[in-house]
């Protein structure tokens, strides 16, 4: 009689044991430990809401099939581009330009709401290219010559002040190349 209690102990106890093991593989299938690499913040999103709440760098706990989390790069990047450009004499200019940005971390939600995560295509791309427009279309394209410091200068404003807007930081705005049309019979710079 003795074995038969204790057969049956055990046969309790192994079921306790397979439905705690079963518990917990359960919930480690689900993932609910969150990895938020160096140089990236974290971005909740519980039920498709976006949290004004950013996590840090490191692991974190989430609910899962509740929150899901987003990391966003708030590195220093850089990135280069042509823009076709048109001077205060209607003459063609392709500017070769250089940007380099990073994201502040504390207002990662708020770029993230509004531009998700391709704010490049979506946000620094028209707001580079609306800005230097404005600031070259005051210059003709001899003038423009003379002229690259303050247009890099006027241009660094522009793109700062409405970026910054969007909690994008730039660290260093700098014009490399105009190219001018044949027709203006202009020089490469």
Do not use: W
């Not at 397979?18 to 359960?26: K, P, R, S």
């Not at 930081?169 to 190219?179: A, G, L, Q, R, T």
């Amino acid at each position: 009689m003795y074995f038969l209690l204790e057969i049956n102990l055990s046969k309790k106890h192994l079921q306790r044991a397979g439905a705690f093991i079963l518990f917990f593989l359960t919930i480690f299938l689900m993932h609910p430990l969150v990895a938020v690499p160096d140089g990236h913040a974290g971005i909740i999103i519980s039920r498709g809401k976006v949290e004004d709440q950013v996590i840090s760098e490191g692991m974190h706990l989430r609910l899962p099939a509740y929150q899901q989390i987003v990391n966003i790069d708030c590195r220093p990047q850089q990135m280069q581009m042509q823009v076709p450009l048109t001077s205060r004499d209607l003459q063609t200019v392709n500017a070769l330009l250089s940007i380099h940005y990073h994201i502040n971390p504390s207002g990662v939600a708020k770029l993230y709401r509004q531009k998700g995560t391709a704010y490049e295509s979506t946000l620094l791309t028209p707001v580079i290219q609306e800005s230097l427009q404005t600031v070259v279309m005051q210059y003709s394209t001899e003038e423009m010559l003379f002229n690259r410091s303050e247009i890099i200068n006027k241009s660094s404003q522009l793109i700062t002040r409405s970026l910054s807007q969007h909690n994008i930081v730039v660290d260093k705005f700098n014009i490399m190349n105009f190219e001018f049309s044949t027709q203006s019979n202009l020089v490469y710079l």
